[in-house]
C-alpha cells in the first residue's frame, strides 16, 4: 500500500512538472513530453514498474 501511495505522489510530482513546462512558451508539448519521457528511463527499474502499475491501476478505476 505505502508503494502505491509513493507512486501516485510522484506521478503527480511528474504531471506537475509536465504543466509546469508547458508554461514555458519556448518549450513545445513534444518537447516537455520527451524530456519526462527521459526522466523516466532514468528511474531504476522497480521504480519505472511501480509506476506502470499504478498508472493501470488508475486507468481501471476511472
Do not use: G, W, Y
Amino acid at each position: 500500500m505505502e508503494d502505491i501511495r509513493f507512486a501516485q505522489a510522484f506521478m503527480l510530482i511528474l504531471d506537475l512538472l509536465k504543466s509546469t513546462l508547458l508554461e514555458e512558451p519556448v518549450l513545445s508539448e513534444e518537447k516537455v513530453q520527451s524530456i519526462i519521457d527521459e526522466l523516466f528511463s532514468k528511474l531504476p527499474q522497480f521504480l519505472q514498474r511501480a509506476l506502470l502499475n499504478t498508472d493501470e491501476l488508475s486507468t481501471t478505476a476511472a
